[in-house]
């Protein structure tokens, strides 16, 4: 494989500009199936992961930890206009789960 003008290698470059965003949904108990799927899904899969949890307003989420525990993948908290990336997961702030929209390659939230 070759690298282009700038160094880096065209096939990751296209594979940074061009995957998919998997959506996934939970209610509060549904940490456990987030383990496990996360557990079993190669790291080098080339989609961004969004999750989207039904969090209680009162508590701190330990989610972001707690994964971390099951996978190699990047896991952010996310913040308004965060650039999506393959082979990484976000996790959506507990205020925001009904006001958050991909834009391009960017999670906004209003």
């Given at each position: ?7 880096v ?96 390659s960017?999670?906004?939230l209003?």
């Open positions: 494989m070759s690298e282009n003008e700038s160094g290698n065209p096939s990751i470059l296209e594979q940074k500009q061009n995957f998919f965003v998997v959506g996934i949904g939970a209610s509060a108990g549904g940490l456990r199936a987030l383990e496990e799927f996360f557990e079993h899904l190669p790291t080098d899969s080339g989609a961004a992961f969004v999750v989207i949890q039904h969090l209680s307003p009162d508590f701190k989420s330990l989610m972001k930890e707690l994964l971390e525990r099951r996978t190699r993948m990047a896991i952010y908290r996310v913040t308004e206009g965060m650039e999506l990336e393959p082979n990484s997961i976000y996790l959506i702030p507990r205020h925001w789960f009904r006001y958050m929209w991909p834009y391009q960017f999670l906004r209003a």
